[in-house]
């Protein structure tokens, strides 16, 4: 069963940069997909990109962005060190929130539907000012 913890959230000025790390216990994460949702509060939950399983294989892996993260965000895996990471430049006021990484078993749902993941890191806190 993969646990999932983030890291690297934090306050940053408009315009700047962070990078996100969601490192999987108890399993191997590119045996899953992952998800990472924002949520401010009052809000639903918000798919901000997705990377496919592996299944140890480097290519073939497919990439999704939510429309407000395309060309700003980057989402990547390094299987060795069983973590997926979210690069985010160029960040604007409206990122701000809390920041989850999400696991769920290879599927053909689209990817960005929060109640298809079955595993939930416990969040980092992204500040944009």
């Known amino acids: 069963h993969v646990q999932l913890v983030e890291s690297g959230g934090g306050s940053v000025q408009a315009g700047g940069s962070l990078r996100l790390s969601c490192a999987a216990s108890?399993?191997?994460?590119?045996?899953?997909?992952i998800g990472w949702f924002r949520q401010t509060p009052g809000k639903e939950r918000e798919g901000v990109a997705y990377i496919s399983p592996s299944g140890g294989m480097t290519s073939g892996e497919l990439t999704f962005y939510g429309d407000s993260v395309k060309g700003r965000f980057t989402i990547s895996r390094n299987n060795a060190k069983n973590t997926v990471y979210l690069e985010m430049n160029s960040l604007k006021p409206q990122d701000s929130a809390m920041y989850y990484c999400?696991?769920?078993?290879?599927?053909?749902?689209?990817?960005?539907?929060?109640?298809?993941?079955?595993?939930w890191g416990q969040g980092t806190q992204v500040t944009v000012s």
């Open positions: 999400a696991a769920r078993r290879p599927s053909s749902v689209v990817w960005d539907r929060a109640p298809e993941f079955g595993v």
């Open positions: 108890g399993s191997t994460i590119g045996s899953y997909g």
